[in-house]
């Protein structure tokens, strides 16, 4: 069994935050390089960004260096930062709080799309062996005074090379940091270790937070008698859906060759989401915040659009195809169909959207009282595109058939993205389809909205998640839909003429959480007029 030299816990640290700064900042030092000019001043402010680095790794480190924690803490970097690196490296992505909170809400499904050999690889290379390594190294300590003492020494001697570094390029520094603040979210391991205790902190802060009531005053005094038809109204969010690839907004490719045959349909061709993940818009959409005011702890303790319409009397269902509704269903009828058995729609533990649309004649046949359905799909998830439609629907090819999206042809990755929308065009023409059906006994309509868009190596960026004030446009700008049925249209008052005029006017998920509740005539003091879609065409907007 081979043997390795003792050091000294100075050199340990010193060693492993030069590996951390190498190891595992590819995609930072990429970037560094891309944006600092080659010359001598780029060249020395390259070695100012570096060394500054080092010596806030180095200081870090020096405060754990102690003989129960130093090795397990840096074997836990060391295994963590491998698989950080891999995404970083595969998709571009980068590492905040956001980005975090996602993947904690994640199901399997979606995580199994994200293994492969490739990540296993870098565990093992990057993470493993030098924790092996780590762990045969024997660490001399000195008596603890004398370790203390050490410490502090090298610690200042740490914090002095920082301090005189930032002096010495104070100005090339400060701007650098000033017009890049991606670059706080690049360096592995700062990144998550911030991004996990910003997470700890908002679930701590939240934990005990009693739930706040919203809408108590919601009533609905303008609703349809209870002899006239009911209405059901079918909210689907998407998923990853971006309005660059829709056929309906403009698209080179026709991407949704039923959706543009379905009769009063409404395209709106300039909205943007709350932001750039599912853990963030989804609950934001159906929140009384705006996407600059939305906080997600806050979010979180507080009720949001489906409680305000069951409060008003309307029942309210949401069917889920995904990783979970993230929290804006608990108080709701709840139902997962993403692993029914179903044999023509599911298999691999996951379900085509359209196990979504199962049952819904039934619930239209035997319709109760006004409702809300809420389909939420697994729509355009990636990176394993081509999971995501039946073979029927493999409109453009050939497709990438990996999850490895950076070592795929980039037409490839496109294909099978605008696959997926042929086939939520699909789904969305058969739910109006029959929506459509049952219009002489039930009023109907839909509104489809996508949760998120998606980048496919724009900015050699994949999929999505980038920090919002980062993000490409391609992350943001999303499709949305609206049909109504004749019955519908009367009985709501809602003009589909003028809401085709107005198609092109800016939009939010901002305006959900108002335009539903002024839509189905809902009303509440937490209703604002100003963000409801709908008011400028209806004939007449009740005071609310």
Same mark, same amino acid.
């Given at each position: 069994?081979?043997?390795?030299?003792?050091?000294?816990?100075?050199?340990?640290?010193?060693?492993?935050?030069?590996?951390?700064?190498?190891?595992?900042?590819?995609?930072?030092?990429?970037h560094?390089?891309?944006?600092?000019?080659?010359?001598?001043?780029?060249?020395?402010?390259?070695l100012?960004?570096?060394?500054?680095?080092f010596?806030?790794?180095?200081?870090?480190?020096?405060?754990?260096?102690?003989?129960?924690?130093?090795?397990?803490?840096?074997?836990?970097l060391?295994?963590?930062?491998?698989?950080?690196?891999?995404?970083?490296?595969?998709?571009?992505?980068?590492?905040?709080?956001?980005?975090?909170r996602?993947?904690?809400?994640?199901?399997?499904?979606?995580?199994?799309? @994200?293994? =492969?050999?490739?990540?296993?690889?870098?565990? %093992?290379? #990057?993470g !493993? *062996? /030098? $924790?092996?390594?780590?762990?045969?190294?024997?660490?001399?300590?000195?008596?603890?005074?004398?370790?203390?003492?050490?410490?502090?020494?090298?610690?200042?001697?740490s914090?002095?090379?920082?301090?005189?570094?930032?002096?010495?390029?104070?100005?090339? @520094?400060? =701007?650098?940091?000033?017009?890049?603040?991606? %670059?706080? #979210?690049? !360096? *592995? /391991? $700062?990144?998550?270790?911030?991004?996990?205790?910003?997470?700890?902190?908002?679930?701590?802060?939240?934990?005990?937070?009693?739930?706040?009531?919203?809408?108590?005053?919601?009533?609905?005094?303008?609703?349809?008698?209870?002899?006239?038809?009911?209405? @059901?109204?079918?909210?689907?969010?998407?998923?990853?859906?971006?309005?660059?690839?829709?056929?309906?907004?403009?698209?080179?490719?026709?991407?949704?060759?039923?959706?543009?045959?379905?009769?009063?349909?409404?395209?709106?061709?300039?909205?943007?989401?709350?932001?750039?993940?599912?853990?963030?818009?989804?609950?934001?959409?159906?929140?009384?915040?705006?996407r600059?005011?939305?906080?997600?702890?806050?979010?979180?303790?507080?009720?949001g659009?489906?409680?305000?319409?069951?409060?008003?009397?309307?029942?309210?269902?949401?069917?889920?195809n995904?990783?979970?509704?993230?929290?804006?269903?608990?108080?709701?009828?709840?139902?997962?169909?993403?692993?029914?058995?179903?044999?023509?729609?599911?298999?691999?533990?996951?379900?085509?959207?359209?196990?979504?649309?199962?049952?819904?004649?039934?619930?239209?046949?035997?319709?109760?009282?006004?409702?809300?359905?809420?389909?939420?799909?697994?729509?355009?998830?990636?990176?394993?595109?081509?999971?995501?439609?039946?073979?029927?629907?493999?409109?453009?090819?050939p497709?990438?058939?990996?999850?490895?999206?950076?070592?795929?042809?980039?037409?490839?990755?496109?294909?099978?993205?605008?696959?997926?929308?042929?086939?939520t065009?699909?789904?969305?023409?058969?739910?109006?389809?029959?929506?459509?059906?049952?219009?002489?006994?039930?009023?109907?309509?839909?509104?489809?909205?996508?949760?998120?868009?998606?980048?496919?190596?724009?900015?050699?960026?994949?999929?999505?998640?980038?920090?919002?004030?980062l993000?490409?446009?391609?992350?943001?700008?999303?499709?949305?839909?609206?049909?109504?049925?004749?019955?519908?249209?009367?009985?709501?008052?809602?003009?589909?003429?003028?809401?085709?005029?107005?198609?092109?006017?800016?939009?939010?998920?901002?305006?959900?959480?108002h335009?539903?509740?002024?839509?189905?005539?809902?009303?509440?003091?937490?209703y604002?007029?100003?963000?409801?879609?709908?008011?400028?065409?209806?004939?007449?907007?009740?005071?609310?």
């Open positions: 069994m081979f043997k390795l030299k003792p050091l000294r816990a100075e050199w340990v640290t010193l060693i492993a935050s030069l590996y951390l700064l190498i190891g595992f900042n590819a995609v930072l030092w990429q560094v390089f891309s944006i600092v000019p080659g010359d001598a001043p780029g060249l020395v402010l390259r100012a960004f570096a060394v500054l680095v010596c806030a790794f180095n200081l870090v480190l020096t405060l754990v260096a102690f003989r129960p924690v130093f090795k397990p803490v840096l074997a836990g060391f295994l963590v930062s491998a698989g950080v690196a891999y995404f970083m490296n595969r998709y571009g992505v980068l590492i905040d709080v956001g980005m975090l996602n993947t904690m809400e994640t199901n399997a499904t979606e995580v199994r799309d @994200l293994l =492969s050999f490739t990540l296993a690889g870098y565990i %093992l290379l #990057l !493993v *062996v /030098p $924790s092996i390594l780590l762990y045969k190294t024997p660490i001399l300590y000195r008596t603890f005074p004398r370790e203390l003492l050490s410490k502090l020494v090298v610690g200042t001697a914090a002095t090379v920082l301090g005189a570094v930032a002096l010495l390029n104070y100005q090339g @520094l400060s =701007s650098l940091f000033r017009n890049h603040h991606e %670059l706080h #979210l690049m !360096v *592995v /391991p $700062s990144n998550y270790v911030g991004a996990a205790v910003a997470y700890v902190s908002e679930q701590l802060g939240s934990a005990h937070v009693p739930l706040r009531r919203i809408g108590e005053d919601a009533v609905r005094p303008l609703a349809v008698t209870p002899q006239a038809r009911k209405s @059901l109204t079918v909210l689907v969010v998407g998923e990853s859906a971006r309005a660059q690839n829709f056929g309906l907004l403009g698209y080179d490719r026709d991407t949704t060759p039923q959706l543009s045959k379905e009769a009063g349909l409404v395209a709106f061709s300039d909205v943007h989401s709350c932001g750039t993940e599912t853990a963030v818009s989804v609950p934001c959409m159906f929140s009384t915040f705006t600059k005011q939305y906080d997600a702890s806050k979010a979180r303790n507080q009720e659009l489906l409680d305000v319409l069951q409060r008003a009397g309307i029942a309210v269902h949401w069917r889920d995904q990783s979970g509704c993230k929290g804006t269903c608990d108080r709701v009828a709840f139902e997962d169909v993403s692993n029914l058995k179903d044999p023509a729609l599911c298999a691999d533990s996951e379900c085509h959207d359209e196990i979504l649309l199962k049952g819904l004649e039934a619930m239209l046949d035997n319709l109760q009282q006004d409702t809300v359905l809420v389909l939420h799909q697994m729509g355009s998830h990636g990176p394993e595109y081509f999971k995501r439609y039946p073979k029927a629907y493999e409109r453009f090819t497709v990438c058939r990996s999850n490895a999206l950076d070592k795929c042809d980039r037409q490839s990755i496109i294909n099978g993205y605008d696959n997926t929308l042929v086939y065009d699909h789904v969305l023409a058969t739910l109006i389809d029959v929506l459509r059906s049952r219009q002489d006994k039930v009023d109907t309509a839909m509104l489809y909205l996508s949760d998120h868009g998606e980048s496919l190596g724009e900015y050699n960026l994949f999929l999505h998640g980038t920090p919002y004030m993000a490409p446009e391609q992350q943001k700008h999303i499709p949305m839909l609206a049909w109504f049925s004749d019955g519908y249209r009367k009985d709501y008052a809602v003009d589909t003429d003028c809401l085709q005029r107005s198609r092109n006017q800016p939009l939010s998920q901002d305006n959900l959480f335009s539903m509740l002024g839509l189905l005539r809902v009303h509440t003091s937490v604002d007029p100003q963000l409801d879609m709908f008011a400028s065409c209806r004939p007449v907007v009740a005071t609310h």
